[in-house]
């Protein structure tokens, strides 16, 4: 009975098709350290062209090299870029995060969460400025951000 059950949960497992409509593929997430310098605020992005990721990444690179480690493969005529910067916090403890894209009719919601410390969390004394960058597929619907 038990290998019965084993072989069917297995095959749930396997068989569980991926989101490929709404789906993501996380390019980057962390933490920027410039106290600001980038010169981003708590905003979001859709990047759309070769020529607007390379001026992106000229701006998050203005203090440190946090390029370096970004997927850069990226076909502009299949895919685009969405960013979700937080604003600049004076602890560490923070985050933020793309959870969910979702196409509906003619608009795709990007889900934003941002997390941060409670109040007797023990956290580093560090300004930083969360971040998350993700691909997903090229789309002309009207993309729309929502914060959980």
């Known amino acids: ?5 084993t072989i069917i949960f297995s095959l749930l497992l396997v068989g569980c098709p ?4 709404g789906g993501f593929t996380s390019l980057s997430k962390g933490n920027l350290f410039g106290n600001g310098a980038e010169g981003f605020k ?9 020529v607007e990721w390379k001026s992106f990444l000229s701006k998050i ?6 390029s370096e480690t970004f997927e850069n493969a990226i076909d502009f005529s299949k895919e685009m870029v969405v960013v979700a910067v937080d604003e600049v916090r004076n602890t560490g403890g923070f985050s933020i995060e793309i959870v ?10 990007i889900k934003i969460k941002s997390k941060g410390p409670k109040p007797m969390d023990m956290v580093t004394t560090a ?7 993700v691909k ?11 914060e959980l």
């Open 1 to 5: 009975m038990k290998t019965i059950i």
């Open 18 to 21: 991926k989101n490929e409509e």
């Open 42 to 50: 708590k905003e979001n992005l859709v990047i759309s062209s070769k």
């Open 61 to 66: 690179d203005t203090i440190n090299k946090v």
């Open 100 to 109: 969910e894209v979702v196409k509906e009719g003619d608009i795709c919601l």
């Open 127 to 133: 300004i930083i400025q969360p971040y998350h960058i």
């Open 136 to 146: 997903i597929n090229k789309t002309k619907k009207e993309i729309k951000f929502i």
